[in-house]
Structure formats: structure tokens, C-alpha cells
């Protein structure tokens, strides 16, 4: 495994945070070749990581429990910024003895989106972190926003060390859906912030679309209100996901539609798996003290 620590530091609580960068295989095939040739090849690509260790770690005794908190967008994980992405809203499991890990995602094209390469760049981080330190095998996941999203598709897309998932305020949906007569506005259809590209065309390059067209084949796996799901006799969606979740969402998140949330519970309620929903009073897109405190609450029931 090709992978390097950068830098170390411990703060004035003994909370240890490692930077650290791995390489992994940036290509995915999209299966449109029929030629008789070699299609699958090695793309090296580098993904800075942050690891925060808590104030009791040790290298004896029981592993470390370990979260990987994936950020949103606008997060980053940078070793030259001191910014630790994800790991830095779950700064209460930091407290309560759990690892946090996440990883800055493919390099090439900036907020991943939860994007393939994304989650191969994290599981690269995940076997160099239980590797190198005293740390479980099986794993916790949350993610914030964006970073929902991830999370989902890692949860869904490695579910054999997957133990449950915390989710806050998550964006679920890539694709327009309709919930009754609100029409809940997908990623793919949201008018996008003023970034360098606008949203349309991240995904439709991250996600390899033709002719920058949605194209529901190369989301398979990745769109987690459809992932692992079926359509049921009474014509709704059902989601059966590999582990318990836990959702919090504000009631005025003006970003992520609490509608859109409340479907997908309901969805994976239909198919009998086990899912909370916090929904809380007023809350816009912040993450608040109560969500940080009840992210370690929920994770303390599977350690």
C-alpha cells in the first residue's frame, strides 16, 4: 500500500491528529467498450487524509473504535491549511474515545459528490489507518450534507465493515423526485452556488456522463435513494441498507429539503430495516450541539 504520514500534532486535551496521504486507482470503468483489449488499468492518484486520535488511545489493551465522518461540500481535508474535513464536527465522539477519519476525495475534481473515486480513496485510508494504529476493523459512518451522500455509498458499497451510520442534514437524492404534490429538487436539478463549474457538469464528469446527459447506469451504486431499493406493489420505493441509521435534520434547511429526508426514512421503513429521524424545530443547514452530542450517543450503542 503506497501511503505516507505528513505530519502529527496533539493538542492541549492529548487529542492527536494525523495527516497522511494515500494513493489509489482513480479509474473506473463505465463498461462502454466491446473491444477485445485490455480495459482496466492503474490511474495513480493521491488523496490527503486527517486521522484524530482521542486523548486515551492506546496501542494495548481494546482497539480504538473508529469513525469515518465524511465532509460536505466546501470541506476539505488539507496538511498546508490545517483543515481537517469531516473529522471536525465530531469532535464529541473525539471526547467519548472513538478514532475520526476522513479524506480530502479525488483531487482531480474537487467536492467529489460521493463519487466512486471518492469512496476508493477512503478505504485506501481505512486500511492504512487500521494498519498503522490500535484501531477496529469495523467501522462507524456519518457524514454532513454532501457528505451524506458519501457516506451512504460507503455504507452501501463496503457494507461487511460497515456497524451503522449517522447521517446529518444529508443530501440523498442526485435525481428529482416527486413526494405527493412537493417535487423535491435533486442534485442534478439544483441551481448550483457559485463555484467553478456548475453542478450539472461536476456530475456529469465525476459520474461519467455522455454527452453530459443524466444517465441513471453510471449512478448505480451511488444515488442512495435508489441504491439497494425496489419499487413495491403500491408503486413506492423501498431501501433496504446493509445497517441501523440515524438521521438529523433541521425543518428549515433552506440546502438539503426535509421532505427529501423524510421519504427516504419512510422508504427504508417500508423495507423493515431499522432508521431513526431527529427532526429539529427551526434548524437551518448548521450542524447544532445537539447533533454533535447525540452523533456520539448513537455510535456508543455499537461499541
Same mark, same amino acid.
Given at each position: 500500500m503506497k501511503a505516507w504520514e505528513t505530519r502529527t500534532s496533539v493538542d492541549e486535551k492529548g487529542v492527536k491528529t494525523v495527516?497522511? /496521504?494515500?494513493?489509489?486507482?482513480?479509474?473506473?470503468?463505465v463498461s462502454e467498450s466491446i473491444a477485445h483489449e485490455m480495459r482496466d488499468r492503474y490511474e495513480p492518484a493521491e488523496c490527503e487524509c486527517a486521522l484524530r486520535l482521542p486523548a486515551g488511545y492506546t496501542e494495548a489493551g481494546e482497539k480504538t473504535p473508529l469513525i469515518l465522518c465524511f465532509h460536505g461540500a466546501g470541506g476539505r481535508v488539507s496538511d498546508a491549511d490545517n483543515r481537517v474535513g469531516g473529522v471536525a464536527y465530531a469532535d464529541a465522539c473525539t471526547r467519548e474515545g472513538f478514532a475520526v477519519l476522513d479524506v480530502n476525495g479525488s483531487e482531480l475534481h474537487g467536492t467529489t459528490l460521493g463519487c466512486p473515486e471518492h469512496l476508493f480513496a477512503a478505504h485506501k485510508a481505512?486500511?492504512?489507518?487500521?494498519?498503522?494504529?490500535?484501531?477496529?476493523?469495523?467501522?462507524?459512518? %456519518?457524514?454532513?450534507?454532501?457528505?451524506?451522500q458519501t457516506a451512504m455509498n460507503f455504507v452501501n458499497t463496503f457494507p461487511s465493515i460497515v456497524i451503522?451510520?449517522?447521517?446529518?442534514?444529508?443530501?440523498?437524492?442526485?435525481?428529482?423526485?416527486?413526494?405527493?404534490?412537493?417535487?423535491?429538487?435533486?442534485?442534478?436539478?439544483?441551481?448550483?452556488? %457559485?463555484?467553478?463549474?456548475?453542478?450539472?457538469? @461536476?456530475?456529469?464528469?465525476?459520474?461519467?456522463?455522455?454527452?453530459?446527459?443524466?444517465?441513471?447506469?453510471? /449512478?448505480?451504486?451511488?444515488?442512495?435513494? @435508489?441504491?439497494?431499493?425496489?419499487?413495491?406493489?403500491d408503486g413506492e420505493r423501498v431501501v433496504?441498507?446493509?445497517?441501523?441509521?440515524?438521521?438529523?435534520?433541521? /425543518?428549515?434547511?433552506? /440546502?438539503?429539503?426535509?421532505?427529501?429526508v423524510q421519504e427516504f426514512v419512510e422508504s427504508v421503513r417500508r423495507g423493515g430495516c431499522y432508521i431513526e429521524l431527529h427532526l429539529l424545530e427551526g434548524v437551518v443547514h448548521k450542524i447544532s450541539p445537539v447533533m454533535r452530542e447525540e452523533l456520539a450517543l448513537w455510535f456508543e450503542r455499537f461499541v
Open positions: 495527516f497522511f /496521504t494515500v494513493v489509489y486507482n482513480h479509474f473506473r470503468d481505512y486500511l492504512y489507518a487500521i494498519s498503522h494504529y490500535h484501531l477496529t476493523d469495523r467501522v462507524l459512518v %456519518a457524514g454532513a450534507s454532501m457528505g451524506g451503522a451510520a449517522g447521517l446529518i442534514y444529508p443530501r440523498l437524492n442526485m435525481d428529482t423526485i416527486t413526494v405527493g404534490d412537493h417535487v423535491c429538487i435533486g442534485t442534478w436539478d439544483k441551481i448550483p452556488p %457559485a463555484y467553478p463549474q456548475n453542478t450539472r457538469a @461536476r456530475i456529469a464528469d465525476i459520474y461519467r456522463f455522455p454527452n453530459e446527459e443524466w444517465c441513471e447506469r453510471n /449512478t448505480i451504486g451511488f444515488n442512495p435513494h @435508489r441504491t439497494r431499493s425496489f419499487i413495491n406493489c433496504i441498507p446493509p445497517c441501523p441509521i440515524k438521521i438529523w435534520q433541521g /425543518t428549515d434547511d433552506p /440546502t438539503v429539503d426535509c421532505v427529501t
